[in-house]
């Protein structure tokens, strides 16, 4: 899907020059160090969200050739944060990428929104196990915690804005083992694990790839995650093959997992047909595990 006719699109000869929202974050800091890598010129947003004359003076100081939002709520340690805190919640989920999104589009601008495909539970027409994935156009279905309520509404209303190109990010994970945000580094020392297959996404692999489609002008929902599915001990035992033998874990169920937490988690498959046919090159989940986190962290000797 390329850039709009009924916004104004950029000049072909305009130079790319990003500006992202999101410095302190995860995203946006590895988003910082790709741009650098691959020479390109960008800034890092200062106004708030919800401030909509602060993302006007960005702009103006910038003149940016897109905008990126890797900003947002997730939550500290995790998304029960958002249940006790859902003014904040919803200033920075719904009104400022909202906002974000209408100034950029005033300016006709592409914004490249990293957001959540934990908006989807399996359900009686896609089944655990089926592989029948939920597609970008599909209405979430879980709202079962108020991050994921936030991030399903204003991603329905984002639908409007034809500038935006919207980025279900799922369970991210990336090759630094040591960031406390990876997935896996979050369930290697969970006390417990429950063990259902899920998509996710490899940033190490992806986040080129949302370059890449800011590059070319993609705008609408897409599936943020690489195709396939894989469960938490799928992912655990590879963590126990290529980096610690004498790593364990033990199991716990859903029920019992509902008990230690404040608000439910969501599980499920998405269909990554779309991203996959505009790049042909993308991995499934187990093979992108395996060449970008696993065997760039493989230890080759045990003390």
Same mark, same amino acid.
């Given at each position: ?5 009924n916004v104004p699109s950029q000049s072909p000869t305009k130079p790319l020059n990003f500006l992202i929202y999101g410095k302190t974050g +995860? ?16 800034? !890092? ?28 709520? /997730? ?5 029960? +944060? ?12 719904? $009104? ?13 601008? &592409?914004?490249?929104?990293?957001? /959540? ?29 108020? !991050? ?45 694990? $429950? ?15 949302? &370059?890449?489609? #800011? ?6 929902? +897409? ?11 799928? &992912? ?12 364990? +874990?033990?199991?716990? /169920? ?17 269909? #990554? /047909? ?10 499934? &989940? ?5 060449? !970008? ?11």
């Amino acid at each position: 899907m390329g850039f709009p006719v009924n916004v104004p699109s950029q000049s072909p000869t305009k130079p790319l020059n990003f500006l992202i929202y999101g410095k302190t974050g +995860w995203i946006g800091g590895l988003l910082g160090k790709l741009c650098q890598s691959q020479s390109i010129p960008f800034a !890092y947003g200062s106004g708030r969200l919800e401030d909509r004359r602060s993302l006007e003076a960005d702009l103006a100081a910038c003149d940016p050739s897109h905008v990126i939002n890797a900003a947002g709520v /997730t939550g500290r340690p995790n998304v029960d +944060w958002c249940e006790s805190h859902k003014v904040e919640t919803i200033r920075a989920n719904v $009104v400022g990428t909202l906002t974000l999104a209408d100034v950029c589009r005033e300016r006709g601008l &592409i914004l490249i929104n990293y957001a /959540t495909g934990c908006i989807f539970e399996y359900d009686a027409e896609h089944p655990l196990g089926s592989g029948v994935g939920f597609k970008e156009e599909d209405t979430p279905n879980f709202i079962g915690s108020f !991050y994921s309520k936030t991030k399903a509404m204003v991603e329905d209303l984002l639908r409007n804005y034809e500038n935006v190109c919207t980025l279900r990010v799922r369970m991210p994970i990336s090759s630094d083992l040591s960031n406390p945000r990876n997935f896996i580094t979050k369930i290697s020392r969970y006390e417990k694990v $429950v063990n259902i297959p899920n998509s996710m996404t490899i940033l190490d692999e992806l986040l080129p790839i949302s &370059i890449e489609m #800011a590059k070319r002008n993609l705008t609408g929902i +897409w599936n943020f995650t690489n195709p396939g599915v894989v469960s938490h001990n799928e &992912i655990l035992e590879m963590y126990r093959e290529y980096i610690d033998p004498n790593f364990t +874990w033990k199991n716990f /169920t859903l029920v019992e997992q509902a008990q230690v937490i404040v608000a439910p988690r969501s599980n499920n498959e998405l269909d #990554a /047909t779309k991203l996959s046919q505009e790049f042909p090159e993308l991995l499934s &989940i187990k093979e992108s595990l395996i060449k !970008y986190v696993f065997k760039p962290n493989q230890k080759t000797s045990v003390a």
